[in-house]
């Protein structure tokens, strides 16, 4: 069977966020960045870009060049917020979705085209999906794997939808410039040109031993690549993306004594479920089912992503307070999402071989109830 | 018992034992302070079963023998004193009254022989320790005790004796793994005291032995089985040595910084201090880059913003960049006395070092962070 890789990547995607969410700002020249006079751009919508602004240039180069730019902070939240939501759409497609960063994803869709029609149909569907939902445009390319499937989308943006049929393949291989080819650096790139390789097909002129010796192993993928072969899967990301737990009640109640303590042991359980699993959540949820099974469901963002049993049962009391208890519920639940990895952010290292580091993992225990 | 002391007198030995009087109630008698007299002194004993401190201090005896009083309630009584005298008088079914001649108190109090025993080690041998040297040292140090947290109480400083050049050094060493604090000083009268291997003294000691070290000039310090032994003219504490092992400290040690930045100390702690501002529980780091001739330091909080200020030092090096927590160089910074201190580093992975000239002995080592 064809491999037909997909890789979409949202244009713009922090300046449009800004630009969406503020109609006064389309059309003007966005850039989304650190704000200080050390900071860098981190994204310039395309009217920046216009005036030679990109991404990695410090900011007040970009002030230089276009003063009457609209210089924004980076509100990482709320992107992850519409990132997810993207994601979301693109697993609707296909079980196959690996996101490389927060804005740009590959996407497998070999296999079902039964499903959702052809890789092109495909792509139209998730451009429109993601703008009905977002209002964002995204550009997409078409491969037979991810290599080109991500060379693809770069060619044209914004809002472009690129296809490399396999039986044009070759030659559109040869013509790429070395230096879009992903995991080449500045200084592979260098190299390259000292051996006389300009475009990736130029690769093929020098013989394995060459590249090993010139590059390393990744030369060796560098040929792969020069011939059209990238073998690496798409991974889609398995980890939880929240954690629950929920009890069918003994009789049907809505005493908010017995709900609050029903809270506690489930808060206990979630609790422990993100610590054994290095884990943090900062969306507390509670569900209740009515005894007509009706549900009820009421979220809460946390601050800061915690793992504590104590944090999530005053979470869940409060959503529980804020609830309509007129009428009795036969379940009652407790759950997390936005979970991040505790390792995530800044770590303090350690001086080696020291015993009594360890003690400070989060210990596991049961409170008497 | 009954006694006269001086108001001021026994107001200071009541708040020197506040620290060690318990507030928890879990063995109420050890709310209490125990007064007991000798011919021409009295005894006041304080003892949270860890560490035991006893002073004296003259007082007009007029009849011998011991009472128990709230620590917490006879201090307060005497604070609130404006008089010169306080008169102590032992009454029956276990009764005190105090007066200063004007107010008067009557309390109950507890049978004295149910209070621990206060046990001075026999045959202690002491060195005589400067005073003002004890407490740098413990000063230079003691922030680097690992928290006594969730109830873990295996950490302190560590003690020990060692030999450079053919003199006695006594050294002191915490830390909590993420950084560390040492400090050694010539200490000739240290030869003949015996602490073989080192020893660990809990936090809450090393903090009492300071106080001790601001009261006289000097300090008779020793180790006796599992205590630690001080004493001054008037006062004696004995603590209880912490029986876990502290780590190979001299592993961790770089023997060289592959970089070296002097820079004014002053300077440097100023610039840290603006860099805490925009610390905060998930983003306390503090990213230092160094190039030819300045130190630059940056603070990035997302939640917050950003924090930069660039400092001029005497750098010659390779531009090099690492993460440090803020509070760490703070806490040796401000603990020490050289108007330029050398930082040395070796990666941002490596731990970094802390010296100054003026800080004969001294020692500082901070963990970096990645960022």
Request: charged letters at 30%.
């Amino acid at each position: 069977m064809e491999r037909v890789v997909l890789h979409i990547d949202m244009d713009a995607f922090y300046a449009s966020v800004e630009q969406r969410g503020r109609p006064e700002l389309r059309g003007l020249p966005v850039i989304v960045g650190g704000t200080s006079r050390r900071g860098v751009v981190s994204t310039a919508s395309y009217e920046a870009r216009k005036f030679g602004i990109h991404s990695a240039m410090p900011i007040f180069e970009a002030k230089r060049r276009c003063p009457q730019g609209v210089f924004l902070p980076v509100r990482m939240e709320r992107y992850k917020e519409v990132s997810s939501l993207i994601m979301e759409i693109l697993n609707s497609f296909s079980p196959l979705v690996e996101q490389v960063s927060i804005d740009e994803a590959y996407l497998d869709v070999s296999g079902v085209a039964r499903l959702y029609g052809s890789p092109k149909s495909i792509a139209t569907k998730i451009k429109e999906e993601i703008k009905k939902a977002t209002s964002l445009t995204c550009s997409i390319g078409i491969a037979p794997n991810k290599l080109l499937a991500k060379i693809a989308s770069d060619t044209q943006k914004p809002d472009g939808l690129t296809i490399i049929p396999p039986d044009k393949l070759h030659s559109i291989v040869r013509e790429i410039d070395i230096e879009k080819v992903p995991g080449v650096g500045r200084k592979t790139c260098q190299r390259l040109a000292s051996l006389g390789v300009r475009k990736l097909g130029d690769i093929r002129k020098l013989g394995e031993k060459e590249l090993l010796k010139e590059i390393g192993t990744f030369g060796l993928k560098l040929l792969d690549f020069s011939k059209g072969i990238d073998s690496s899967p798409v991974l889609p990301y398995t980890e939880a993306k929240s954690l629950s737990s929920e009890e069918t009640l003994e009789k049907d109640t809505n005493n908010f004594e017995v709900l609050k303590r029903e809270l506690l042991s489930q808060a206990e359980i979630v609790g422990r479920k993100l610590r054994s699993n290095g884990l943090k959540g900062s969306t507390v949820t509670l569900k209740l089912k009515r005894s007509d099974f009706s549900l009820s469901v009421k979220s809460l963002g946390l601050p800061r992503p915690t793992n504590s049993t104590e944090l999530l049962y005053r979470s869940g009391v409060r959503l529980l307070k804020e609830s309509d208890l007129s009428e009795k519920f036969r379940l009652i639940g407790l759950g997390v999402s936005r979970l991040s990895s505790i390792e995530e952010g800044e770590k303090q290292l350690v001086l080696h071989s020291f015993p009594w580091v360890n003690l400070y993992i989060v210990v596991n225990f049961t409170p008497v109830l | 018992m009954e006694i006269k002391v001086t108001r001021d007198e026994l107001y200071r030995a009541l708040s020197r034992v506040q620290s060690i009087v318990e507030k928890r109630t879990n063995m109420p008698i050890l709310s209490m302070v125990l007064l007991s007299t000798s011919k021409s002194e009295v005894y006041i004993t304080a003892t949270d079963l860890e560490i035991s401190l006893q002073q004296k201090i003259p007082a007009n005896i007029i009849s011998t023998g011991s009472v128990t009083i709230s620590g917490r309630k006879l201090f307060e009584i005497l604070k609130e004193s404006k008089k010169a005298e306080i008169h102590i008088k032992e009454k029956e079914n276990n009764r005190v009254f105090i007066t200063d001649q004007q107010a008067r108190y009557n309390l109950g109090f507890m049978p004295p022989d149910e209070y621990p025993v206060f046990v001075e080690p026999e045959n202690v041998t002491t060195a005589e320790v400067p005073s003002k040297v004890l407490r740098e040292m413990i000063a230079k140090t003691i922030y680097a005790v690992t928290l006594e947290e969730a109830g873990f109480k295996l950490s302190g400083t560590f003690l020990e004796k060692i030999v450079q050049g053919g003199k006695a050094l006594l050294r002191m060493v915490a830390t909590d793994g993420h950084r560390l604090s040492l400090i050694d000083k010539e200490m000739e009268t240290m030869e003949k005291v015996k602490f073989d291997g080192g020893v660990m003294i809990p936090k809450k000691g090393m903090s009492e032995l300071a106080k001790l070290a601001s009261e006289d000039d000097l300090i008779h310090l020793g180790f006796k089985g599992n205590n630690c032994v001080a004493k001054t003219k008037n006062s004696i504490i004995v603590i209880r040595l912490l029986e876990s092992k502290f780590p190979d400290y001299n592993a961790v040690i770089p023997k060289k910084a592959k970089s070296v930045v002097k820079v004014d100390r002053d300077l440097l702690l100023d610039g840290m201090k603006k860099m805490l501002i925009l610390a905060t529980e998930s983003y306390r780091g503090v990213k230092i880059i160094l190039d030819k001739g300045s130190m630059e330091l940056i603070s990035i909080n997302p939640d917050l913003g950003e924090a930069q200020e660039t400092l001029a030092v005497e750098y010659k090096g390779q531009p090099l960049e690492a993460g440090f927590n803020a509070r760490y160089f703070i806490d040796v910074l401000q603990n020490m006395e050289s108007e330029k201190v050398e930082v040395g580093f070796i990666d941002n992975s490596s731990p970094c070092t802390i010296y100054g000239e003026k800080d004969q002995g001294f020692l500082g080592l901070i963990m970096p962070m990645r960022l």
